[in-house]
């Protein structure tokens, strides 16, 4: 992603937030990631069209799928991730909506992504799998900010890093944790990998985004950096399934 497009995610941010307040169901967000478009009703599209068939079967049971298909050079690449506590369901509902919506926000482009809370859903004609996209990224956070903002990001820092451990450590790639703040309040937070990225390269990504703490959330309630294989989530509420 260049600069330009990044700097224009942050802006579209807040903008993003108050779509999702008001409709729940909308994405978070999403990039026509490819100057490259395919022509109406040929190869490209027929083998898009069944990658995305087999990510709404492949996904729901365990929460992520990813699959190929046709020979160059229509070969389609793809993959979908549901957040680890989302039920099978809910999953293969957030599967369908992405995989629709992207191709109307992205009619002809050979790659795309979009996220959901519940899930995000890629595509391209690059063979993209086991490696860390560091082009597809953009910031959410709490427009309030703590009262001790330096002790406060110390926290969060802390929390982050020992679940992107716990992620790296476990086979789903999935985290969540939590930790006292004192006067009854807790700091809740989220880490997650796409499962085509080794558990070291995932916990790469995880550190790389974490990185970003200062730059995306300094001093918020409440963050996310969101990427095309790694994110992390934080706020001062639950806001996993049990």
Same mark, same amino acid.
């Given at each position: ?9 942050? !802006? ?17 967000f ?5 100057? =490259?478009n ?6 490209y599209e ?7 068939? /087999?990510?709404?079967?492949?996904t729901?049971p ?14 389609? !690449? ?9 039920a099978?369901?809910?999953? @293969? ?9 992207? #191709?109307?926000?992205?009619? !002809?482009? &050979? ?10 859903? &890629? ?17 959410m ?19 982050? /890093? &020992?679940?992107a451990?716990?992620?790296?450590a ?9 930790? =006292? $703040?004192?006067?009854? @309040? &807790? $700091?809740?937070? $989220? ?18 985004i974490?990185? =970003?703490?200062? /730059?995306?959330?300094?001093?918020k309630?409440?963050? #996310? ?9 934080y =706020?001062? !509420?639950?806001?996993v399934?049990?």
């Amino acid at each position: 992603m260049s600069s330009s497009n990044f700097v224009y995610s942050l !802006y579209l941010v807040a903008f993003a937030v108050l779509l999702h307040t008001a409709f729940g169901a909308d994405p978070l967000f999403h990039f026509c990631s490819n100057p =490259e478009n395919f022509t109406a009703n040929g190869p490209y599209e027929t083998n898009l069209n069944k990658l995305t068939s /087999s990510l709404y079967l492949k996904t729901p049971p365990t929460g992520f799928g990813m699959s190929n298909v046709g020979d160059k050079p229509d070969q389609t !690449y793809g993959l979908a991730l549901c957040r680890g506590d989302v039920a099978t369901s809910d999953c @293969k509902t957030c599967v369908a909506d992405a995989s629709g919506e992207i #191709r109307k926000r992205c009619p !002809y482009n &050979k790659a795309a992504i979009i996220w959901y809370d519940n899930c995000l859903f &890629k595509y391209s004609d690059k063979d993209f799998f086991g490696q860390v996209d560091y082009k597809n990224r953009f910031y959410m956070w709490n427009v309030q900010i703590v009262s001790e903002p330096e002790a406060f990001n110390q926290k969060t820092k802390g929390l982050l /890093s &020992k679940l992107a451990k716990d992620a790296y450590a476990t086979p789903k790639l999935y985290a969540v944790g939590e930790m =006292e $703040l004192g006067k009854s @309040k &807790k $700091l809740y937070g $989220l880490t997650q990998c796409t499962r085509d990225l080794s558990s070291t390269d995932c916990k790469k990504c995880l550190d790389g985004i974490i990185g =970003e703490l200062p /730059s995306c959330c300094d001093g918020k309630e409440g963050g #996310r950096v969101v990427g095309g294989s790694c994110n992390f989530r934080y =706020e001062i !509420y639950p806001f996993v399934n049990a």
